[in-house]
């Protein structure tokens, strides 16, 4: 029943790695996000889909890639990573793309540590 | 111009107290203000949203205030209980870059302690 869902919850692995996080929502929405906060809680937005289709790419490395096999799933796989990585995402949907993106459903996160 | 600044970073306040948290934003292409309320392990949940034609909206114990001519916008959680005691995010939306697509900013959030 849980309107948008990430997998996984925590994720610890070592520098280097590659790792992928899940997202799903069952809203409905056309329109999906990733967020990153860091450890002061800052939320930055990192990429928005809309119907399957970038829109939003914010100034973000490129060992970051964004994949939305359909509009309810954005994922977000992350090449070699690294310590500045640590931060928890938060995976997002609205409706839209026009200002009724203010209405933004959150997933719980997903607690990323890269040692 | 897309930010949007958010202060205090931190606010202690009494039970039953009056918590109120400001914003300021410089970009007058601003069109919808929502307050984000973010529990500690959990994503941030839409609290009560404003437009900028309206000065005034109330939600239960929640308010949003807006000074369209000063560029800013505050929350005011009346009887303030421990359960209020989250972090707070005010927000607005613009468009991205010029494009056709909006997106949402941030401000750096308040972690609000109400405390017995």
Known sequence: DTAVSQTPKYLVTQ???????KCE???GHDTM???????????KI???YNNKELIINETVPNRF???SPDKAHLNLHINSLELGDSAVYFCAS???TGTGVYEQYFGPGTRLTVT | QQQ?????????????GISIINCAYENTAFDYFPWYQQFPGKGPALLIAIRPDVSEKKEGRFTISFNKSAKQFSLHIMDSQPGDSATYFCAATGRY??????????????KLSVIP
């Open chain 1, 15 to 21: 520098m280097g790695n590659d790792k992928s996080i």
């Open chain 1, 25 to 27: 929502q069952n809203l």
């Open chain 1, 33 to 43: 996000y990733w967020y990153k906060q860091d450890s002061k809680k800052f939320l």
């Open chain 1, 46 to 48: 990192m990429f928005s």
């Open chain 1, 65 to 67: 890639s964004p994949k």
């Open chain 1, 94 to 96: 609205s409706q839209g």
């Open chain 2, 4 to 16: 949007v600044k958010q202060s205090p970073q931190s606010l202690i306040v009494q039970k039953g």
């Open chain 2, 97 to 110: 870059s010029g494009a056709g697509s909006y997106q949402l900013t941030f401000g750096k959030g308040t």
